[in-house]
C-alpha cells in the first residue's frame, strides 16, 4: 500500500517562511489493524526519519494526532488503513479550507495524510495550536460553583448528567475546527479595540461545545454571564450550521446543537447582536 504524505518546512526559505510545500509518497506493508499512525511511524522508521507528526497516544493526551486523512479530518491512531482503501467510513462534508485537490490520488491504492486544515502550518504533519488553546480560553473554561463547597458533594440529576455529557466527552482535536468552513475566516471589524486593527475571528465549535458545557451546568451560578460571553459574530452568531463539525468529532460532540439552543436561549432573553 502507499502513502502520500505532505512535507512543509516552515523554518526553510528567506525569512523562516518559504510556504512551498510538496507530497512524498511511501510505499510499505501492511498488516491487519494497521492504523494511520502506526504506517507514519514505520515511515519514519524505516525509510524517512524527518517526517514530523505530532502525537501522544498511550499518554493521557488524547486526540493529539489530529489529522486531515483522505480529505477528511480525523484521529490517526484509530483510523485504520484497511478501513480507507475498502472505501468504508466516508464521510459526506460541506466544502471547507482544505478539502479542495491539491494533489491527484488514487483512494483505492493510497491514503492521502495533511495536516488539520484552519491552522497554521509548522512542519509536515504538525499544526499551530496556539490560536485553538487561545480561543478555548477565552471561553473561561473552569468550573465556577455556585456555593461554597457542600460536606459531600453536589447532586445532580440523571437528565442533567446526559446532557453534560454529549459535551464533556470533547478531547481538543481541533477535527471540528479543522472542518468548519467559517473557521479560519476573517471577521469584520468591529467597535472598540477590534476597530483600532483586531479583528475577531469564529471561537470555532470546539470553544462554544465548551462554553455551552459550563453554561448548562447545574453546579454553577444560575445566570447569564456564560451565555452572553459569546453574544456576537465570533460566537454564538458566527456558525452558519454546516454540520461538519458534528460529523468528524471522534467522541460524538454535537456543537451545533448546543449553538442552536444557545441562540434560543438569547432570543428569549431579547438580548440578540445587532
Known sequence: MKLKVFRYDGESGKG??????HYDSFEIESGPGMTV?????KIQEELDDSLAFRYSC???????CGMLI????????RTQVEYLLKGEGQVKLRPFPGMEET?????????LVEPLPNLAKIKDLIVDMDKFFKFYRA???TFKPASKAPEK???MDHEAVSELEKYTNCVLCASCVGACPISGKKGDEGEGE???????EFLGPAALAKLYRFHIDPREADDDSRLLLANDKSGWWGCEFNANCKAVCPKGVPPILGIGKARREVQKLGKEPK
Open 16 to 21: 523562516g517562511k518559504s510556504g512551498k510545500f
Open 37 to 41: 499512525l502506526s504506517a507514519l511511524f
Open 58 to 64: 498511550r499518554g493521557a493526551v488524547c486526540g493529539s
Open 70 to 77: 483522505n480529505k477528511v479530518p480525523r484521529l490517526a491512531c
Open 103 to 111: 494533489v491527484s490520488w488514487d483512494p483505492e491504492e493510497e491514503v
Open 139 to 141: 471561553v473561561e473554561p
Open 153 to 155: 458533594e453536589r447532586l
Open 194 to 200: 477590534e476597530a483600532k486593527g483586531e479583528i475577531k
